[in-house]
């Protein structure tokens, strides 16, 4: 019985691990792309630095971008989903990807039997994806953060 479960499993992870990397991967370098093209650029085109403004602009940006970058890595799961069979088309595909990518977990929507580790191992994406785009966010706020005035005595 273990047996049957591991050969089964192996799928999962033979196209979970690619999944994880490739998604990695774009979310790193979208990330660069992110930082080189708007939050370096932006400040220099509002001639501004750190002022409530520029950041505000920065943050509404950068999460849009974010949100596109994480639907299109869903969507690379849900592509998956619907090519392996595990779920029959890619709206039902899409909404179990995000469901398993934020570890939301409330849609009702499943995968097939034989694909349902790979929604765990989306999960564990998700976690990897969404701890980037934080830190990520935290370095923009950080960096951009206007400078208080200085009341002293």
């Given at each position: 019985m273990l047996e049957d479960v591991t050969?089964?499993?192996?799928?999962?992870?033979?196209?979970?691990?690619?999944?994880?990397?490739?998604?990695?991967?774009?979310?790193a370098f979208a990330l660069v792309e992110i930082r080189d093209r708007i939050v370096i650029q932006l400040p220099l085109l509002l001639r501004?630095?750190?002022?409530?403004?520029?950041?505000?602009?920065?943050?509404?940006v950068t999460v849009l971008l974010l949100t596109v970058l994480h639907a299109i890595?869903?969507?690379?799961?849900?592509?998956?989903?619907?090519?392996?069979?595990?779920?029959?088309?890619?709206?039902?595909?899409m909404l179990y990807s995000l469901s398993a990518m934020t570890s939301y977990g409330h849609a009702d929507v499943f995968l097939a039997k034989p694909w349902q580790l790979m929604g765990a191992?989306?999960?564990?994406?998700g976690m990897m994806l969404f701890g980037l785009s934080t830190a990520f966010l935290f370095a923009v706020l950080r960096e951009h953060w206007p400078e208080l005035p200085c009341n002293h005595l």
């Amino acid at each position: 019985m273990l047996e049957d479960v591991t050969d089964a499993w192996s799928n999962d992870w033979a196209w979970g691990l690619p999944l994880i990397v490739l998604t990695v991967l774009v979310h790193a370098f979208a990330l660069v792309e992110i930082r080189d093209r708007i939050v370096i650029q932006l400040p220099l085109l509002l001639r501004a630095r750190r002022s409530s403004m520029v950041l505000a602009v920065l943050i509404i940006v950068t999460v849009l971008l974010l949100t596109v970058l994480h639907a299109i890595e869903a969507s690379a799961w849900a592509g998956a989903y619907v090519a392996l069979g595990a779920r029959a088309d890619f709206a039902s595909a899409m909404l179990y990807s995000l469901s398993a990518m934020t570890s939301y977990g409330h849609a009702d929507v499943f995968l097939a039997k034989p694909w349902q580790l790979m929604g765990a191992i989306e999960a564990l994406n998700g976690m990897m994806l969404f701890g980037l785009s934080t830190a990520f966010l935290f370095a923009v706020l950080r960096e951009h953060w206007p400078e208080l005035p200085c009341n002293h005595l």
